[in-house]
């Protein structure tokens, strides 16, 4: 949610890590500057934590104490979360993470760190900058350049078409079938669950290609945050794939940390560290139970391909050959997108409970076929129209991208092309139902 | 003083590449294999050959291998 005085918030975070970046750099003792470290992250952290996890925490103890028999009043308060709070304070810890690693210098120009934390294309959700990437962009001068005008459009466009005409129109029917599951065929439960695979990916996918694009037209380039990650052949290559920016801001602040402090336990070591980088992933994504469970199937169904193989972890971490990509990636890509969508049925629920009895429901309704139940009025026969249509678009001219090596503004540089999407997007988009972004909750 | 030949053969073995040849200067984006998980791996086989154990933070500030060379002399002595 938005509200002026959460710019108060936002300073707040934007001066803890810039007076936290300051200090660091002004001691080489070690010990000093890991308490300092550690004094600037818990600052930074426990906005975060008050604003988004206080109730999930008290709500969590009071069950827990009501399950032992201890009957205690549930006072929860009325916390507003506010919007963009966990990429903001994730680009000041990376601020306070690099100038420890000493991988960057503090930024003496406040006012271009301010801008840094809070960019208008990425504030509401990301892509996660890294300031080593981001603020010298910012400190350079530049000029407007017509060339760059045609790749941001085409990154815009691209991101509009997936959010229009794909996510809005499968939200419909997405929200249809998840709020009356116990209504729904098993066939019916499946197709809304592959569906809302597909929704999130258009969804969030496309708010990174026009955050992209926006930036483009200022000459500050992002970082790409999706790349095809339905293509992906194994879980590993998925999460090199999706949300990017958040998957190696886990792999530098939370993977690579833990890894090598339990190094001297060989294999074992990995697995620890693997399952916490879920873990927090889950916990980041969202206050609730679910999105926890979220983030420990992904760490189950990451983990079996390094403990039931004798080669060494490395070797099973795949360097796709994208041009060579042929039937076999295609069963391993498949078998990839139903275990993502196995964990987003939790993901997109309330509750870890609303998840098993989901799945529960698609065990039991097999006898019961219709058409009907998904397409049951007009405006549904149009939504999901629009959808279907939209998904193959967009993944026949994703996967010649792939298998081409190309991004999206690589291909489209003539002015017809925008023409095309543009007609198509007023064509199919899904105007009237025109819902929020999903990673704006985050 | 690290020898350079035995860094080498650790690097090759770490990475099952006999064609690579590190130096000084070398670095993580020079070699497609570099990347997070056998950097950690890199990490143990150095300290199991030299008999040392490096901290997290001399770990993190590596940028090429004469960091990691200057840490090797520092903690032998």
Sequence with gaps: MWDWRFTFLLLTSTLISYIGGYYLNNTNNDNYRKAIMRLFIFLSLSILLYFKYFNFFIESAISLLNSFGLETNQHTLEIILPVGISFYTFHGISYIMDIYYRRINPHNDIVAYSLFVAYFPLLVAGPIERASHLLPQLDIKRNFNLEVIKPALSLMFWGFFKKLVIADSAGMIVDDVFSNYQNFSSYSLIFGSILFTFQIYADFSGYSDIARGVSKLFGIELLLNFNFPYFAKNMQDFWSRWHISLSSFLNDYVFIPIALKFRDFGKRGIYIAVFFTFLISGIWHGAGWAFIFWGILHAIFYLPQFIFSNKKLKSLVVKTNTSTYGFNDFVNSTEVFLLVTLALIFFRLPGISDGFNFILEITKNWDRFSLNEIARTTTHIIVLTKSILGILIVFILEFILFKNNLQIENLLTKIWHYLCIAFLIFLLGSFENATQFIYFQF | ?77
Excluded: P
């Design chain 2, 1 to 77: 003083m690290v020898n350079y030949d035995d860094l080498n053969a650790i690097f090759r073995d770490v990475f099952e590449n006999e064609h690579i040849t590190i130096d000084a200067a070398s670095k993580a984006s020079d070699f497609e294999e570099w990347d997070s998980l056998n950097h950690i791996y890199l990490v143990v086989a150095i300290e199991k050959f030299y008999k040392i154990k490096f901290t997290t933070q001399q770990i993190q500030v590596w940028t090429c291998v004469e960091d990691i060379v200057n840490d090797i002399i520092k903690l032998k002595g």
